[in-house]
């Protein structure tokens, strides 16, 4: 059973944006911590952004100004939207949410995101 499906992914030019989107289902999203990663050809997942439960964010400093995660407990969705984005960003980008208290933790299936010219 999916727990978390990203999508928004595509091409665009340098410079450009786009928006991730990543929605969740069955379990209680409003008290998860949730994060977007990505991993790029060769190279280790990194953590982008995260958001607490609390609405607290965080950024990897090589995309700090230019991207901002955002939650709708509501909907159950976590958003990544990506503006002035370089060649390197290029990668897939996987949604995650984790509880620590009850220790369960689930990954989407990753969206791709490629910049280039």
């Known amino acids: 059973q999916v727990q978390l499906a990203e999508s928004g992914g595509g091409l665009v030019q340098p410079g450009g944006s786009l928006r991730a989107s990543c929605a969740a289902s069955t379990f209680t999203f409003s008290i998860y911590d949730l994060g977007w990663y990505r991993q790029a050809p060769g190279k280790q997942r990194e953590l982008v952004a995260s958001?607490?439960?609390?609405?607290?964010?965080d950024y990897a400093d090589s995309v700090k100004g230019r991207f901002t995660i955002s939650r709708d407990n509501a909907k159950k969705m976590v958003f990544l939207q990506m503006n002035s984005l370089k060649p390197e960003d290029t990668a897939v980008y996987y949604c995650?949410?984790?509880?620590?208290?009850?220790?369960?933790?689930?990954w989407g299936q990753g969206t791709q995101v490629t910049v280039s010219s």
């Open positions: 995650n949410a984790h509880n620590n208290l009850l220790k369960r933790e689930y």
């Open positions: 958001i607490t439960s609390g609405g607290n964010t």
